[in-house]
């Protein structure tokens, strides 16, 4: 299928596909590890490059080529790697492109682990890393040295969804050498392209919402052929391969991304909505209220504000900021307590004691994590389920 012929809606559910001889209208799970040649001279040719075609499943197997493909169509790259995790797509896509003494300028207010594996893993095999504000392109300039590679952002960034305008950090990235990452996990192409906004490099953790039903963990980098070649040769050696199977649930999640996506964005913002009404609620955080500092931008990066919302607990008299935000979430009865986000069911998380833990206390607050945090995935129930789920918000 040509790529551009088609509706963004239309690619999620058709490209990509490839049927075999029989005929079969869904995809097919190839969940075999390796292939067979016709002759020694066509695993020479196979082996050699010089043959297209499928070797062993560590390099490509049919199954997650396809997702490849699909998602390489959504995002408008040339090329995807499909990796097992979002996390070893960042590893794949650093290991890849930079060597001892090479530099990155990271948000933040990127991932947790994220910060885990720049500050603590790479960085014991000489990666020099600067955090800097995301939304401030002047720290980004400053940071820069004559060894920095990468830049790498998140937006809407977890959890506080701040945003930053992707053409202009591409734009002192690309001044400087650099190229500009994007980890796109929050919008999924169906909301925003960090490629046609000037990225050079996409990060997905396929874990979220192209799986969309938590089952599955797998990752993505996408870009350029040319960015790509390395990506894919350390992945193929390194294995940090994408599971079949989980290929294959991912491409099932795609074709449904669109829908979902609007879904999970009109739910968020209808509760994003009741919860600034709400006397238990100092602050909300979500780029689809005009309350949100980077709401004009959000609105022309994305097509709609997303499926996540944060926002502050007031704490009562007697409790602390914590105690305030862990009797909220243990109030719930209906929305799941876990980390996860990007499901049907919505789900709620303290930031600072779970998927933030791990970050410094003082590095936590510089981005602005405070204790009262408290992060909701909203999921595809009806919203009015989710609200009288929160109703202790209704008591200051
Ligand atoms: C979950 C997540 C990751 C890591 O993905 P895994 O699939 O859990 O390894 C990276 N970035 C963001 C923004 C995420 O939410």
């Given at each position: 299928m040509t790529k551009n012929l088609y509706q963004p809606e239309t690619l999620s559910v058709r490209a990509g596909s490839e049927m075999t001889e029989f005929g079969e209208n869904s995809e097919a799970l190839f969940l075999n590890s390796s292939f067979r040649f016709n002759s020694a001279a066509q695993a020479a040719a196979r082996f050699g490059g010089s043959e297209p075609g499928?070797?062993?499943?560590?390099?490509?197997?049919?199954?997650?080529?396809?997702?490849?493909?699909?998602?390489?169509?959504?995002?408008?790259a040339e090329q995807c790697v499909a990796t097992s995790s979002g996390m070893s797509a960042i590893l794949a896509c650093v290991m890849a492109l930079c060597s001892t003494g090479d530099h990155i300028v990271a948000s933040r207010s990127i991932f947790g682990t994220s910060v885990q594996l720049f500050s603590n893993i790479l960085a014991r095999w000489g990666?020099?890393?600067?955090?800097v504000s995301l939304t401030n392109p002047a720290d980004w300039q400053a940071a820069l040295t004559a060894k920095t590679?990468?830049?790498?952002?998140?937006?809407?960034?977890?959890?506080?969804?701040?945003?930053?305008d992707i053409q202009v950090l591409a734009d002192i990235a690309h001044r400087a050498g650099a190229y500009l990452v994007v980890d796109n996990c929050f919008c999924t192409p169906a909301i925003q392209r960090p490629l046609a906004l000037g990225a050079d490099i996409i990060i997905h953790s396929a874990t979220k919402y192209i799986d969309g039903q938590g089952r599955c963990l797998g990752g993505a980098v996408l870009g350029s052929k040319?960015?790509?070649?390395?990506?894919?040769?350390?992945?193929?050696?390194?294995g940090v391969t994408m599971s079949a199977f989980n290929a294959w649930v991912f491409l099932k999640g795609l074709e449904t991304l669109f829908i979902r996506m609007e879904a999970h964005a009109r739910n968020a913002k209808a509760l994003a909505i009741w919860l600034e009404a709400q006397a238990g609620v100092a602050r909300v955080y979500y780029p689809g209220l005009a309350s949100h500092p980077q709401h004009a931008l959000a609105m022309?990066?994305?097509?709609?504000?997303?499926?996540?919302?944060?926002?502050e607990?007031?704490?009562k008299a007697d409790q602390t900021q914590q105690q305030a935000a862990w009797a909220l979430i243990d109030a719930t009865r209906l929305i799941s307590i876990t980390a996860n986000l990007g499901d049907a069911k919505s789900t709620i998380t303290h930031p600072a004691?779970?998927?933030?833990?791990?970050?410094?206390?003082?590095?936590?607050?510089?981005?602005?994590?405070?204790d009262g945090l408290v992060r909701i995935a909203v999921g595809l129930e009806h919203v009015d389920d989710l609200k009288a789920d929160l109703s202790s918000l209704q008591n200051a």
């Open positions: 499928n070797i062993y499943s560590r390099f490509t197997n049919p199954t997650v080529t396809m997702f490849q493909n699909k998602l390489a169509a959504l995002e408008g990666l020099q890393v600067t955090f590679k990468l830049f790498f952002a998140e937006t809407p960034s977890n959890p506080l969804t701040e945003v930053c040319a960015l790509m070649e390395p990506v894919y040769g350390f992945l193929r050696t390194a022309q990066q994305q097509t709609n504000g997303g499926g996540i919302v944060s926002f607990v007031k704490p004691t779970t998927t933030h833990s791990r970050v410094t206390a003082e590095a936590r607050l510089a981005a602005g994590i405070s």
